[in-house]
C-alpha cells in the first residue's frame, strides 16, 4: 500500500486521434467517477495527447513485464482488490491503453491434466463461485474441439441468464466491489477458495 497517503498519478499516452477510440475513455470516466482526477495536453509536433491521471484516495500500482512486450500495471483499490490495469508498450512508452475489471464475470477453468479433460464453467471470482454452471469431463482421445466448445457455450449462456437475473449490473465495472454476494435460490456459496 502507500504509506505515504500521497495520491498515485501516472501518464498515458494517445498516439493520434484515430486512436482515442481504442484508449480506454469509459475506463477512464469509471476511475472520474470513483473519484480519480486528470489533465490533458497535447503536443501538434508529435501530434500526441497526453493524460496525466491521478488515482482516487487509497489506490496504488502493481507492475509486472509481460511476455508480449508490455508493461502492465494493475490498478488496485483500498483493499488490493485489482480494479483494472494500464498496458505500456514496452518498447514504445508513448503507446498505452487503460481497462476497469467486472468485479464478477463467467469463469472457465481448464484442467488438461492426465487422460482426463475438466472444464469447469461458472459464474463468479477467480475465488467464489456464485453461479453453477457445470463441468465438461471428456476422455482426452474421445473429444472433438466442436464438441467441448459447444458444451462449454452452452454451460456460458446458462451463467449469463441466471446472472442477468440475479446481478443485472454485472457488467458495470464500477457496479458489487462493496456488497455482499447474492446466492440464487437453492444454492449456496459454492466455492470460496482457502489462501
Not at 159 to 187: F, H, R, T
Amino acid at each position: 500500500m502507500n504509506e505515504t497517503n500521497e495520491r498515485i498519478k501516472f501518464t498515458l499516452v494517445i498516439k493520434d486521434n484515430k486512436n482515442k477510440e481504442n484508449f480506454g475513455f469509459q475506463a477512464l470516466n469509471d476511475l472520474i467517477a470513483l473519484g480519480a482526477t486528470y489533465e490533458t495536453s497535447h503536443y501538434e509536433k508529435y501530434n500526441k495527447h497526453f493524460i496525466s491521471i491521478t488515482l482516487p484516495e487509497g489506490y496504488t500500482l502493481s507492475e509486472e513485464e509481460l511476455t508480449t512486450g508490455f508493461k502492465k500495471r494493475t490498478i488496485l483499490d483500498e483493499n488490493e482488490n485489482a480494479r483494472g490495469c494500464v498496458l505500456v508498450k514496452a518498447s514504445d512508452l508513448r503507446v498505452s491503453n487503460i481497462c476497469l475489471y467486472h468485479k464478477y464475470g463467467v469463469v472457465t477453468e481448464r484442467n488438461n491434466s492426465g487422460e482426463l479433460n475438466f472444464n469447469h464453467v461458472y459464474f463468479g471470482t477467480n475465488d467464489e463461485v456464485l453461479i453453477e454452471g457445470g463441468v465438461v469431463a471428456l476422455n482426452r482421445r474421445d473429444y472433438s474441439t466442436l464438441y467441448v466448445e459447444s458444451k462449454l457455450a452452452s454451460l456460458r449462456e446458462k451463467c449469463i441468464k441466471e446472472a442477468n437475473e440475479l446481478y443485472p449490473d454485472w457488467e458495470n465495472p464500477l457496479a458489487y466491489w462493496d456488497e455482499v454476494p447474492v446466492i440464487s435460490e437453492g444454492n449456496v456459496l459454492l466455492r470460496k477458495k482457502e489462501d
